[in-house]
């Protein structure tokens, strides 16, 4: 696949570089690596990136430092990583040196395409020469899977939409169900397709820093500000199109401006006077019943009518079932080649098991379940034991017996371990590893059997950041 985007990622964990490489290859990055700032200094000097990601804590300084030093040479987007939880005041800080993001690790590949993407875009509009951007391809507009009733139903939707290039799109559903994909064929099968199609996530930022990277800011607005002031994403995207996602979250000072600017197209930068009018269509997104929220006050009830003018509701994957196999055959094939895995596809009894699942976390839940059945999978078919789902409580036994010689667990634990969901199981294991390797993530993830993306984020779901007692040989 040829790359669209040059990546540098300063990082001292080499280990990191080799587990996100991969997937960011398939979402159309070359990605070169440094493990301090003096060699990724020289390879700046030698070409400039597209697009940074730098670990704030380094041997030889900061990577705010490398983003004030970035900011003064060129507009590539730059997300800094921290593997302690920032504060609001060091997010500020970063945001207002010119970070696009900050991220706590661990970070995964998906999630920094899912950022950076729409940001190279955005930083490439801006440029000197005037260009179109790349036309639609699975890297800007997935493919929606599957031919069951509902997805039917929205898929024609989706065609009468995209026919009107101006119309407001509400899209509604549960986390997980693939709003985002809906709204990129939105954006990509009408006529704005070879425009930029902007996301923010609004949930994910404070009403200020939410707020200037809607809309912009001019120079001297705030203490910190860019020198130049800095184009917003509404202004970035003229001709194309803006997903805001989770709407619902969005404060009230902040809705009241989305309305204004749904009513004539014009808005002002933060601390400017100058009206500036785009032509950008609207595509908001959110997991709550948005009219509740109008009748408890919460959101403008003449916003929710402005943005929900072509309403498209996402069916939850329990709606679909007759999808669920074409959707975990998707995934499984994407993830065998991410994962250089020789897994061809499921036994009838996993395919059984996934379709009968009530799939709480929807599509999103099957991706993840799907990536770790290609992860542990020993041979050419998944089975009921490599899927981490409740359902899988038969197989305890054999898992037990095929992990014990990576553990060495202690006398008593494999009782412990006896008439419990697959879930607790993984649990105790990855904790009795964590604690034996002193929690060299490294070694955990090579004695495991996964790579080190996947623990990290088995640990968080578990709250295992910290070391902690094994607590299976009390059980016993």
Same mark, same amino acid.
């Given at each position: 696949?040829? @790359?669209? !985007?040059?990546?540098?990622?300063?990082? *001292?964990?080499?280990?990191?570089?080799?587990?996100?490489? *991969?997937?960011?290859?398939?979402?159309?990055? $070359?990605?070169?690596?440094?493990? %301090?700032?003096?060699?990724?200094?020289?390879?700046?000097?030698?070409?400039?990136?597209?697009?940074?990601?730098?670990?704030?804590r380094l041997a030889d300084g900061l990577g705010i430092d490398f983003v004030r030093e970035l900011r003064a040479r060129t507009d590539a987007p730059v997300i800094v990583m921290t593997a302690m939880f920032p504060d609001t005041r060091a997010v500020v800080e970063a945001v207002r040196e010119g970070a696009l993001d900050v991220l706590e690790k661990p970070v995964f590949a998906e999630r920094l395409a899912g950022v950076l993407l729409p940001a190279v875009e955005e930083a490439r509009t801006r440029g000197d020469a005037p260009r179109e951007s790349a036309p639609p391809s699975d890297l800007s507009r997935p493919p929606i899977i599957g031919d069951a009733g509902a997805i039917a139903a929205v898929r024609e939707q989706i065609t009468r939409v995209a026919?009107?290039?101006?119309?407001?799109?509400?899209? &509604?559903?549960?986390?997980?169900?693939?709003?985002?994909?809906?709204?990129?064929?939105? !954006?990509?099968?009408?006529?704005?397709?070879? #425009?930029?199609?902007?996301?923010?996530?609004?949930?994910?930022?404070?009403?200020?820093?939410?707020? $200037?990277?809607?809309?912009?800011?001019?120079?001297?607005?705030?203490?910190?500000?860019?020198?130049?002031?800095?184009? /917003?994403?509404?202004?970035?995207?003229? /001709?194309? @199109?803006?997903?805001?996602?989770?709407?619902?979250?969005?404060?009230?000072?902040?809705?009241?401006?989305?309305? #204004?600017?749904? &009513?004539?197209?014009?808005?002002?930068?933060?601390?400017?006077?100058?009206?500036?009018?785009?032509?950008?269509?609207?595509?908001?997104?959110?997991?709550?019943?948005?009219?509740?929220?109008?009748?408890?006050?919460?959101?403008?009830?003449?916003?929710?009518? #402005?943005?929900?003018?072509?309403?498209?509701?996402?069916?939850?994957?329990?709606?679909?079932?007759?999808?669920?196999? =074409?959707?975990?055959?998707?995934?499984?094939?994407?993830?065998?080649? %991410?994962?250089?895995?020789?897994?061809?596809?499921?036994?009838?009894? $996993?395919?059984?098991?996934?379709?009968? !699942?009530?799939? *709480?976390?929807?599509?999103?839940?099957?991706?993840?379940?799907?990536?770790?059945?290609?992860?542990?999978?020993?041979?050419?078919?998944?089975?009921?034991?490599?899927?981490?789902?409740?359902?899988?409580? %038969?197989?305890?036994?054999?898992?037990?017996?095929?992990?014990?010689?990576?553990?060495? =667990?202690?006398?008593? $634990?494999?009782? =412990?371990?006896? %008439?419990?969901?697959?879930?607790?199981?993984?649990?105790?294991?990855?904790?009795?590893?964590?604690?034996?390797?002193?929690?060299?993530?490294?070694?955990?993830? #090579?004695?495991?059997?996964?790579?080190? @993306?996947?623990?990290?984020?088995?640990?968080?779901?578990?709250?295992?950041?910290?070391?902690?007692?094994?607590?299976?040989?009390?059980?016993?």
């Amino acid at each position: 696949m040829t @790359s669209r !985007h040059s990546l540098l990622i300063v990082d *001292p964990d080499p280990s990191f570089l080799a587990d996100v490489t *991969p997937t960011l290859g398939v979402e159309g990055f $070359a990605v070169r690596g440094a493990s %301090d700032l003096l060699t990724a200094r020289r390879l700046v000097d030698e070409r400039m990136p597209d697009a940074v990601v730098v670990e704030q804590r380094l041997a030889d300084g900061l990577g705010i430092d490398f983003v004030r030093e970035l900011r003064a040479r060129t507009d590539a987007p730059v997300i800094v990583m921290t593997a302690m939880f920032p504060d609001t005041r060091a997010v500020v800080e970063a945001v207002r040196e010119g970070a696009l993001d900050v991220l706590e690790k661990p970070v995964f590949a998906e999630r920094l395409a899912g950022v950076l993407l729409p940001a190279v875009e955005e930083a490439r509009t801006r440029g000197d020469a005037p260009r179109e951007s790349a036309p639609p391809s699975d890297l800007s507009r997935p493919p929606i899977i599957g031919d069951a009733g509902a997805i039917a139903a929205v898929r024609e939707q989706i065609t009468r939409v995209a026919a009107t290039p101006s119309t407001t799109v509400l899209i &509604q559903g549960e986390s997980g169900t693939g709003k985002e994909l809906v709204a990129r064929a939105v !954006h990509f099968d009408g006529r704005r397709a070879k #425009r930029p199609f902007m996301a923010i996530n609004c949930a994910a930022l404070n009403e200020n820093i939410l707020e $200037a990277e809607l809309f912009g800011y001019e120079k001297g607005s705030f203490t910190g500000a860019n020198t130049n002031g800095k184009q /917003g994403l509404l202004e970035a995207a003229d /001709g194309g @199109s803006v997903f805001l996602d989770e709407i619902g979250e969005m404060s009230p000072g902040l809705q009241a401006k989305v309305l #204004r600017f749904l &009513q004539d197209s014009t808005f002002k930068r933060v601390g400017g006077v100058k009206d500036i009018r785009v032509d950008v269509r609207i595509i908001a997104a959110t997991n709550r019943e948005l009219w509740d929220d109008v009748r408890r006050g919460t959101f403008r009830k003449d916003l929710f009518f #402005r943005l929900n003018v072509m309403p498209i509701r996402v069916p939850a994957l329990r709606e679909r079932r007759g999808d669920v196999k =074409a959707l975990a055959e998707h995934f499984l094939r994407r993830f065998a080649v %991410d994962l250089r895995k020789s897994v061809t596809g499921f036994s009838l009894d $996993a395919l059984r098991m996934l379709e009968s !699942h009530d799939w *709480p976390g929807n599509v999103r839940e099957l991706r993840n379940t799907c990536e770790y059945a290609v992860i542990v999978c020993d041979g050419g078919l998944v089975e009921p034991r490599h899927l981490a789902l409740p359902e899988t409580r %038969d197989a305890l036994s054999m898992t037990a017996s095929e992990t014990a010689p990576n553990v060495a =667990a202690p006398s008593g $634990a494999a009782l =412990a371990l006896r %008439d419990r969901s697959i879930k607790s199981v993984e649990e105790d294991l990855i904790r009795l590893v964590l604690n034996e390797t002193k929690f060299n993530i490294t070694r955990a993830s #090579r004695e495991l059997g996964i790579n080190r @993306s996947t623990l990290y984020a088995k640990m968080k779901a578990y709250g295992l950041e910290t070391a902690e007692p094994l607590e299976a040989a009390q059980t016993a």
